[in-house]
């Protein structure tokens, strides 16, 4: 459909100032906002991931993208929740304690809402206690942990520690990421997934929202 091509077409050239008004002519027409989201938004910034994963684009590109999503979504977000439209799944998502960086945990947010992942974002320098707190309130079943200092790694651990404390580790599927992290990393602190860009996080997010 027209209406649908042009939504896609704009998100992926990251058309922040058009694609409000073509999400509004799109719903104007009678083109539902659930097909709006799962046929045009989400396949696009899908097809984004695509590309940043292959080196064809680079985070700039990303976040243009994820921006022009975000402003669509302001649109679509009414007409979602009219029609009973739900996201597919929640994530809490954070820099752990000790670290101040947030780009990268910013870039996997936008990439995790684009593909119908609602974001509970906690910010950064986040500590065990807030995140448990924060699972509890909001029933999120994936927790997204970022650490881009070597010597933050270990507070990754430390939140992973405060959910088994807390007794709801087996609750919810831990996700960790950060330049200095890999994969053994990972899985010598109990998480349930390394990824090492946004577009991987996404794809591995919505596998364990779906199998939930």
């Known amino acids: 459909m027209e209406y649908l091509?042009?939504?896609?077409?704009?998100?992926?050239?990251?058309?922040?100032?058009?694609?409000?008004?073509?999400?509004?002519e799109a719903l104007d027409s009678g083109?539902?906002?659930a097909d709006i989201l799962n046929k045009a938004m989400i396949p696009a910034m899908e097809v984004i991931g695509s590309k940043f994963k292959s080196g064809e684009i680079f985070v700039p590109e990303v976040l243009i993208s994820a921006r022009a999503m975000n402003k669509g979504t302001e649109i679509l977000r009414p007409a979602l929740l009219k029609e009973g439209v739900k996201p597919i799944g929640k994530a809490i998502i954070c820099t752990v304690k000790g670290d101040l960086h947030d780009v990268g945990k910013n870039l996997v947010k936008m990439m995790l809402e684009g593909v119908g992942i609602e974001c509970i974002d906690l910010g950064v320098d986040v500590d065990g206690k807030k995140v448990v707190e924060a699972v509890k309130s909001s029933g999120a079943a994936l927790v997204c942990l970022s650490a881009l200092l070597t010597t933050t790694m270990a507070n990754q651990k430390e939140i992973i520690d405060s959910l088994v404390a807390a007794g709801i580790r087996n609750k919810v599927k831990v996700m960790v990421g950060g330049a200095p992290l890999t994969s053994e990393f990972a899985e010598k602190i109990g998480a349930d997934a390394f990824t090492a860009d946004a577009a991987s996080a996404a794809e591995v997010a919505k596998k364990f929202c779906l199998n939930q």
Do not use: F, R
């Open 5 to 24: 091509q042009t939504v896609n077409e704009l998100i992926q050239k990251g058309k922040s100032k058009d694609i409000q008004l073509a999400v509004k």
């Open 31 to 33: 083109v539902s906002a």
